[in-house]
């Protein structure tokens, strides 16, 4: 059973910088799709950014050119740098992992990390 552990949230003033860490436990780490989600209080999760083994990435529209996924394969650990960071970016993230032509609900998550944009 894959093991993902997000870390790096926290509480920042809007403007400021966050940076999401999920390390995962195992060795074949580079061959699966990786993604950010996030639910806020209310609403369904929603994906935020993933990166396929290639390093292709997709954003969604409300964080492109704030957000930047990356992964580092030989670490096993993908990345969420959050910059600019708005009160409605608000929400718990949570790492995915899913083979190439599974639906993230059907790959491996994490437990999530609470992100806290307030002033």
């Known amino acids: 059973q894959l093991q993902l552990v997000e870390s790096g949230g926290g509480s920042v003033q809007p403007g400021g910088s966050l940076r999401l860490s999920c390390a995962a436990s195992?060795?074949?780490?580079?061959?699966?799709?990786l993604g950010w989600y996030r639910q806020a209080p209310g609403k369904q999760r929603e994906l935020v950014a993933d990166?396929?083994?290639?390093?292709?990435?997709n954003y969604a529209d409300s964080v492109k050119s704030r957000f930047t996924i990356s992964r580092d394969n030989a670490k096993n650990t993908v990345y969420l740098q959050m910059n600019s960071l708005k009160p409605e970016d608000t929400a718990r993230y949570y790492c995915?992992?899913?083979?190439?032509?599974?639906?993230?609900?059907?790959?491996?998550w994490g437990q999530g990390t609470q992100v806290t944009v307030s002033s």
């Open positions: 995915n992992a899913r083979g190439r032509y599974e639906t993230a609900s059907s790959g491996s």
């Open positions: 195992t060795r074949i780490f580079s061959i699966f799709v």
């Open positions: 990166i396929t083994g290639s390093h292709s990435t």
